[in-house]
């Protein structure tokens, strides 16, 4: 199975597939966009807010001898926000979070 995990109804279908083959034994998941790779918004949606709801569908699924590892990019290290901005990045799948935070600016690609 594949998809963009940035789209809700992908994590959904994997939690419903997980939860069909038996217990969860381990989840592993890495996001790594990084300011090279997309503008903010799009690091925000994948390495934010679809670990926060990946964290959210498969939480249930774990039991006893579980285990879960999950990794974003230090893309969002990069920039300091402000403690303004603290309680916004507490809750990732709030509805306004997308349009709440302010916009990273730029970074210089990489030479190839």
Known sequence: MSGDLSEPDVIVALAEK?????????LIHT???????????????FNIVATARIERAFLPLAGPGSVAVLIASIAGHV???????DAILRDPLAVN??????????RPTLPT
Do not use: Q, V, Y
């Open 79 to 85: 920039d300091r926000f402000g403690d303004r901005h």
């Open 18 to 26: 997980s939860k069909a083959l038996g217990n969860l034994g381990a």
């Open 31 to 45: 996001a790594g966009l990084s300011p090279t790779m997309a503008a903010s918004k799009r690091i925000m949606e």
């Open 97 to 106: 979070f997308g349009t709440s935070l302010p916009t990273m600016p730029p």
